[in-house]
């Protein structure tokens, strides 16, 4: 399923519509004339991996059907600062409408992709998988999250119904561990698996007591999640987390641990540099 026929996204998009054009691009009204044909290239100002396309188009064609997408590097492939990404020709008031809303979540969501492909090949070689975590930009999820795969990376939750993930604030809640596991394992279907944030051997030891499918390393040095790893054995999935964004993630991977969750994926990204420029035809 595309990106663009999940509802929440096509209602984004008219929002932000909504929220740039106001009541109208004035500039462009009183400027351009209304039958006026464009031609623009987008053109990478840095290198990256894109990400973006069906969002480009879809703005595109909410304003005006009939303008046209040619795209020179496909979704998900490297290009070089300099590269010629696409080409849009159409109603140049519809262009220079739709022209910012759609360049804003092409950069931003490229550079997610390109942020976690720089991860992933941090990696290679072990047997860990970069994931993201619900550390989004909110009503952004499902294209920040549809970056990260598009960058090689794996989703973590979607949200807080796809599966029971026990924190701190939980089990200080819930009284331990074992209270929480119990209790969601009473709750929630066989089918839904139950993770647990952990800080220390005792409380990964009672976790895998307590029937945990997945045990989150909280923060442990390097050291600590090698030991916590053959503490584990295979009896559950191993997430490392906790500032992943500023740790060695090879050193890290090399643990042996099963999953890196990279909040910064998605939190502390900077747009990449891209830009449509016109000529005239």
Same mark, same amino acid.
């Given at each position: 399923? /595309?990106?663009?026929?999940?509802?929440?996204?096509?209602?984004?998009?008219?929002?932000?519509?909504?929220?740039?054009?106001?009541?109208?691009?004035?500039?462009?009204?009183?400027?351009?004339?209304?039958?006026?044909?464009?031609?623009?290239?987008?053109?990478?100002?840095?290198?990256?991996?894109?990400?973006?396309? =069906?969002?480009?188009?879809?703005?595109?064609?909410?304003?005006?059907?009939?303008?046209?997408? /040619?795209? $020179?590097?496909?979704?998900?492939?490297?290009? /070089?600062?300099?590269?010629?990404?696409?080409?849009?020709?159409?109603?140049?008031?519809?262009?220079?409408?739709?022209?910012?809303?759609?360049?804003?979540?092409?950069?931003?969501?490229?550079?997610?992709?390109?942020?976690? $492909?720089?991860?992933?090949?941090?990696?290679?070689?072990?047997?860990?998988?970069?994931?993201?975590?619900?550390?989004?930009?909110?009503?952004?999820?499902?294209?920040?999250?549809?970056?990260?795969?598009?960058?090689?990376?794996?989703?973590?939750? @979607?949200?807080?119904?796809?599966?029971?993930?026990?924190?701190?604030?939980?089990?200080?809640?819930? #009284?331990?561990?074992?209270?929480?596991?119990?209790?969601?394992?009473?709750?929630?279907?066989?089918?839904?698996?139950?993770?647990?944030?952990?800080?220390?051997?005792?409380?990964?030891?009672?976790?895998?007591?307590? #029937?945990?499918?997945?045990?989150?390393? =909280?923060?442990?040095?390097?050291?600590?999640?090698?030991?916590?790893?053959?503490?584990?054995?295979?009896?559950?999935?191993?997430?490392?987390? #906790?500032?992943?964004?500023?740790?060695?993630?090879?050193?890290?991977?090399?643990?042996?641990?099963?999953?890196?969750?990279?909040?910064?994926?998605?939190?502390?990204?900077?747009?990449?540099?891209?830009?449509?420029? @016109?000529?005239?035809?």
């Amino acid at each position: 399923m /595309k990106i663009t026929s999940v509802p929440a996204v096509d209602a984004l998009l008219r929002t932000a519509l909504t929220e740039d054009a106001g009541n109208g691009d004035i500039t462009t009204e009183s400027t351009v004339p209304a039958t006026a044909t464009a031609y623009g290239r987008y053109i990478a100002k840095e290198d990256g991996v894109i990400c973006g396309w =069906d969002i480009v188009r879809a703005v595109f064609d909410l304003l005006d059907p009939t303008i046209e997408l /040619k795209i $020179n590097v496909p979704e998900g492939e490297h290009f /070089k600062k300099g590269d010629i990404l696409a080409e849009v020709t159409g109603n140049a008031h519809c262009v220079l409408t739709g022209e910012r809303v759609g360049l804003n979540l092409l950069q931003h969501m490229s550079s997610i992709a390109t942020m976690t $492909n720089e991860a992933v090949k941090k990696v290679e070689g072990t047997n860990a998988k970069i994931v993201d975590t619900r550390k989004t930009t909110p009503g952004l999820r499902y294209l920040e999250k549809y970056a990260v795969r598009c960058g090689g990376g794996t989703n973590h939750r @979607f949200n807080l119904s796809d599966g029971v993930l026990i924190k701190d604030n939980h089990i200080v809640a819930a #009284g331990s561990i074992t209270n929480a596991v119990s209790a969601a394992k009473k709750r929630v279907p066989h089918t839904v698996k139950i993770e647990v944030e952990v800080e220390d051997f005792d409380m990964l030891r009672e976790a895998l007591d307590a #029937g945990a499918d997945i045990i989150m390393l =909280d923060n442990m040095s390097c050291e600590d999640m090698a030991k916590a790893v053959k503490i584990v054995n295979g009896k559950a999935i191993t997430e490392a987390s #906790g500032n992943m964004g500023e740790r060695d993630l090879h050193e890290v991977a090399s643990t042996g641990v099963d999953l890196i969750s990279i909040g910064a994926l998605t939190h502390s990204v900077k747009a990449l540099d891209i830009s449509l420029k @016109f000529k005239l035809v």
